[in-house]
């Protein structure tokens, strides 16, 4: 009987060592400080890997020239220039400000060469993205104050790898900032609150239970929000709300009376950093705030001027449906499976399951979790409410509410690893798998995340959720084009052999100029001068602009598509070569003459014809042009190229293209004088045969032959 006791007793120690071994193993790994600075370089990298890559619309019209003019102000003291906007966008520009600072010094002392414009971006935008990196493992330590560790963990993990808000980091912008400082600010206000006990009748709040100096950097925090864009304003009541919420006393008089006391102190150091972190209030106050109230009504209370759409057409307020469905399709797969798991994170603990878990770190039941676990969805459903109220609507402006949602979302996960952790335990007597199985997990989204970041890099803003249908399926149903792509289709114009015979149309031009070497129009000069290529953007056609200028353009095959993600963002268009005289002739199904230029030059004759390449040719054609007296006597031809005599034989020929090669025809040096009839056609070299054509005005074939087409009469 004790050789069996011994035998069960080494049994278990042989079970329970790998456990022991790993979890020693471990223990560094555990260590706050170092995870921290672990998911800090997890941000890091797509946040500021690459940031030379596209401009949107936002940065190239605005906040490139914004920030250089504030830091302009603020060098030479001119403190009431520090009003760049009404947004305010303070803390944007302070933070490009910086960049522009190190761009200098780098240029200075010849780090760098001088950078071209997407360059100098990358420069600018690149504190704003270590900022939002910091945020990261900031979040977590703060999470870990409301929170299981492991919990904490998988909440951090969503946010680093989230590419909707990796997609905001990376642009200097306003909505990534925004989003930052309210999200820090109702956490650390949460914490500076965070009790887990239950008041007392009649016990009265001394001010001991509130955490000061936290309170003040929620405060600050909201300063900064404050100074970045006016949304900010909704932090205000929801403070307010939630102090009054979570004031451990059960009188209502009281409870309202010293929440008001902490919520003033609270708003208080919000407002000091306003004033010292924009200049323009010491000088000029009402001239600051003035513009501050007036963007927020005059631009938040319009429909967008640009146009929207929703659900499969251009709309002006896309409703109330907007938010939800936006948030739907820029969510992953992990963080939409864990908001389905967060009722397992709301529900009463199972104290059956709860006593013996062996992974405290998932476990979320404690009511001070399950607190903070609604006051962050009570802030989601705030923001959004108010957000739906406006009829401007962008799917950025509730980038606000996403860390919340990703904190929820990570809360799921940990409830549902409680769960299985808690099941397997039950049903196991091997103790090291019940404490395995939710690490892997964790260690399954952590590779699952890292996957979607390197994917998608640098193009998080073509992130859509692949379960609903991915970009395909949200082209369809949102605005989509804020200058992404616009870098691919610099690219392939100017790669284009003929990409210096004329400038490129496009919306949205000053995110394609830094991009070809060529100038950049509106596509709202359509028609007014000689242009080469043509961009047909997305949004533009989402948003129904200028359709009579699109119709034209896309009359032509596209010679290039710019498909991102699934999401086919640009076409590139050649523009119809100019003529003079119509023809409208089509061969096939592949080859278009629109028209030609006809010019009389010393014993020759010019023809330039215009040519609209609608296919695929497979055979190397070659034209001929002749000219017929009166009888039908041919007195002057020539057989060449379509292209000219250089050019790209017609199966090198590129769907789309447009091209337009004068070809001259050499006159005898004694022409009778008279009319003429000047034909063309087209033959195949090989058998001689002449192609049949379909429009234009066919040539009496008894003088020119069969398939030969009529141009003009030329009279000498």
Known sequence: ???????????????????????????????????????????????????????????????????????????????????????????????????????????????????????????????????????????????????????????????????????????????????????????????????????????????????????????????????????????????????????????????????????????????????????????????????????????????????????????????????????????????????????????????????????????????????????????ILFWTIVMTLGPKKFDRYVLPTWPALLILAGAGWAAGLHWLSAQTQQQSQYRFFAWLKPHVVVFAILIFGIGQVLWYHPYYLSYYNPLLGGGQVAQQTFLIGWGEGMDQIGDAIQNRPDVDQGAVLSALPPTLRPFVSVPVKSITEFGQSTDNYAVVYLESIQRAAHPEIYHTIQQTVPLEYITIHGIDYATIHQLPKPFEQSIGAHFGNVLHLRGVTIEQASQQIIVTPSWDVRGSIERDYMLFLHLLDQQGTRVAQVDIAPGGGEALPTSQWQPGQQIAVPINIALPEHIAPGSYQLVLGMNDPADHTRLSFEGGVVANPEHAGPHALLLDLVIF
């Not at 596209?54 to 940065?59: C, I, K, P, R």
């Not at 200075?108 to 414009?117: H, Q």
């Not at 590419?163 to 949460?190: F, K, M």
């Not at 919420?245 to 919000?270: C, E, F, K, N």
């Open 1 to 379: 009987m004790e050789r069996h006791t011994n035998n069960e007793h080494m049994a278990k120690i042989s079970q329970t060592r790998p456990l022991t071994q790993y979890m020693a193993y471990t223990n560094v790994l555990r260590s706050p400080i170092v995870i921290a600075v672990l998911l800090g370089l997890l941000a890091l990298v797509p946040r500021v890997w690459g940031l030379a890559d596209f401009l949107t619309t936002d940065e190239a019209y605005h906040w490139i020239n914004r920030t250089e003019r504030f830091s302009a102000a603020i060098a030479q003291q001119n403190w009431g220039d520090t009003v760049q906007t009404g947004h305010p966008g303070v803390t944007t520009m302070w933070l490009g400000s910086l960049g522009l600072v190190i761009e200098r010094v780098a240029l200075t002392n010849g780090w760098i060469n001088p950078p071209s414009l997407v360059e100098h971006l990358a420069w600018l935008r690149l504190p704003s993205a270590w900022f939002e990196t910091l945020a990261v493992p900031v979040a977590y330590l703060l999470l870990r104050r409301l929170v299981t560790p492991g919990t904490a963990l998988i909440m951090a993990l969503l946010w680093a790898t989230s590419p909707y808000l990796i997609a905001h980091a990376r642009v200097l912008h306003l909505d990534a900032l925004l989003t930052t400082c309210v999200t820090l600010s109702i956490l650390l206000l949460l914490i500076a609150t965070n009790d887990e006990g239950t008041p007392t009748k009649g016990s009265v709040p001394t001010g001991k239970l509130i955490q000061w100096p936290i309170l003040a950097a929620s405060g600050a925090c909201a300063g900064l929000a404050l100074l970045t864009k006016g949304p900010a304003l909704i932090l205000l009541p929801i403070a307010g709300l939630l102090l009054f919420w979570r004031i451990p006393t059960p009188s209502i008089i009281i409870r309202i009376w010293h929440s008001i006391r902490i919520y003033l102190i609270w708003l208080s150091v919000a407002v000091v950093v306003v004033f010292v972190l924009w200049p323009a209030l010491w000088v000029d106050p009402s001239r600051a705030l003035d513009r501050y109230i007036s963007e927020i009504v005059s631009n938040g209370g319009r429909p967008n001027g640009d146009g929207q759409f929703f659900l499969g057409r251009a709309v002006g307020d896309p409703g109330p449906l907007f938010y939800p469905l936006a948030n739907l399709f820029r969510m992953t797969p992990l963080t939409l499976i864990g908001l389905l798991l967060l009722p397992l994170a709301l529900r009463r603990p199972n104290i059956s399951l709860s006593t013996n878990d062996q992974t405290p770190l998932f476990d979320i039941t404690r009511w001070g979790q399950r607190r903070t676990l609604l006051a962050l969805g009570a802030f």
